[in-house]
């Protein structure tokens, strides 16, 4: 026999804030629309304060805080303290905390705070209107953050903070344009519901629609349109096994704004230790999903003892790369180890140490590329059994 689980209480601020908010928007900006119209101003500044808030959560919460994929100056931690308060979404520490058990135990109905397994409605919304028991406070994987003083002060003082941000801008910008009313409604509600709802998306739609090329353990997916939505977050499969790479869209053509933002920050000086994911590691998630799709096909179809062979034998030669890469990588450690031990003052040893360097990143570029090849060929095995099958 099946168990029901029974619904815990309904949190009445999240239901007023994340029902309410929305009846109202439907409500009253048509009428106000329909009565006095919108002009320009508020539409652009609108679009301004939902970058804004968007780009402070991808950019601070989730990225900074949450992962750790680079350091910020101070300059910019309390940017993202304060416009990640107007958007409304908890405080730093709230978020970050939710988002690393969310990582540690993904698709978990019970640990994950928001678990896709519970379905569309409850990762989207549904986990915050109620009391359930793994929206349960727990700081014990944010230590680092409690240390932060730009994120204590934001906890701390969060309600004036987010009040300041989604009531007074907006009342100020109103009273500045001569139309208190409009801008309210446009800059203050209306995009704040829209900003609540892309970011939930990535908690729902994220993990039921879209493609998983890196990885098939987890039900986060990759989705270029929900990344235009989210300011680059909807590479959320190449998200979910490098969490720790402060990109996620990793090629130069998908969008990612989040990114930009971020490199063009380092360059003047607001972000460093920005962390990257090695392309071989890329490139040996994607081989290895299609080795396991590969299999699984092969396994269903008759006939495909050859195939199946093939596979292994590019399976033997895939391992061999990885065990090549984890050799170099061992020796590129060694020797930095060793040029940290012994001062290299002549230009002979600094000469040859660039040399050296050269070899291994030529070692490196020819195992990428390696892997390139095997993942045309494992695709074309794929395509054999697919012809074999028709």
């Not at 990582?103 to 705070?113: K, Q, S």
């Not at 349109?225 to 190449?238: Q, W």
């Not at 002979?348 to 095997?374: D, G, I, P, V």
Request: proline residues 4%; glycine residues 6%; charged residues 20%.
């Amino acid at each position: 026999m099946s168990t029901v689980r029974s619904k815990p209480p309904l949190n009445p601020v999240n239901t007023a804030i994340f029902v309410g908010l929305p009846l109202a928007a439907l409500i009253l900006v048509p009428f106000w629309g329909i009565y006095h119209g919108y002009d320009s101003f508020q539409w652009l500044w609108a679009l301004a304060f939902l970058y804004l808030n968007g780009l402070s959560i991808t950019g601070g919460y989730h990225r900074l805080w949450a992962h750790k994929s680079y350091d910020a100056h101070p300059a910019l931690k309390w940017f993202y303290a304060l416009w990640g308060a107007g958007a409304l979404q908890n405080s730093i520490l709230i978020w970050s905390s939710d988002h690393r058990r969310h990582h540690r135990h993904v698709d978990h109905d019970d640990l994950d705070p928001y678990s896709a397994s519970r379905g569309l409605w409850f990762s989207h919304m549904g986990w915050m209107l109620r009391e359930y028991q793994s929206n349960d406070p727990d700081f014990s994987n944010a230590r680092d953050l409690q240390r932060d003083p730009v994120v204590m002060f934001q906890h701390n003082h969060y309600v004036a903070l987010t009040v300041l941000m989604n009531v007074g801008l907006p009342l100020l910008l109103g009273i500045w344009h001569g139309d208190i009313i409009g801008t309210v409604l446009v800059v203050g509600l209306l995009r704040l519901v829209v900003n609540h709802h892309v970011t939930f998306f990535i908690n729902s739609l994220a993990h039921y629609w879209g493609s998983r090329p890196y990885t098939e353990t987890n039900s986060a997916r990759d989705n270029g349109f929900l990344a235009f939505l989210t300011y680059g977050e909807g590479y959320h499969n190449y998200h979910h096994i490098f969490q720790n790479d402060y990109r996620n869209g990793i090629r130069w053509y998908q969008w990612d704004p989040t990114k930009w933002m971020i490199a063009l920050c380092s360059r003047v000086g607001l972000a460093s230790n920005l962390s990257r994911v090695p392309n071989f590691k890329i490139q040996r998630a994607i081989l290895d999903t299609q080795f396991e799709r590969a299999r699984r096909k092969l396994e269903r179809a008759d006939n495909s003892e050859p195939l199946l062979a093939s596979l292994e034998r590019e399976y033997q030669l895939f391992t061999e790369s990885v065990n090549q890469w984890k050799a170099l990588q061992a020796e590129r450690y060694e020797r930095t180890v060793a040029e940290l031990e012994g001062a290299i003052e002549e230009r002979k040893a600094a000469l040859l140490k660039k040399w050296e360097h050269a070899a291994l990143r030529t070692k490196f570029k020819e195992l990428e590329y390696s892997l390139k090849m095997q993942r045309k060929r494992v695709a074309m095995l794929v395509q054999q059994v697919q012809l074999q099958a028709a």
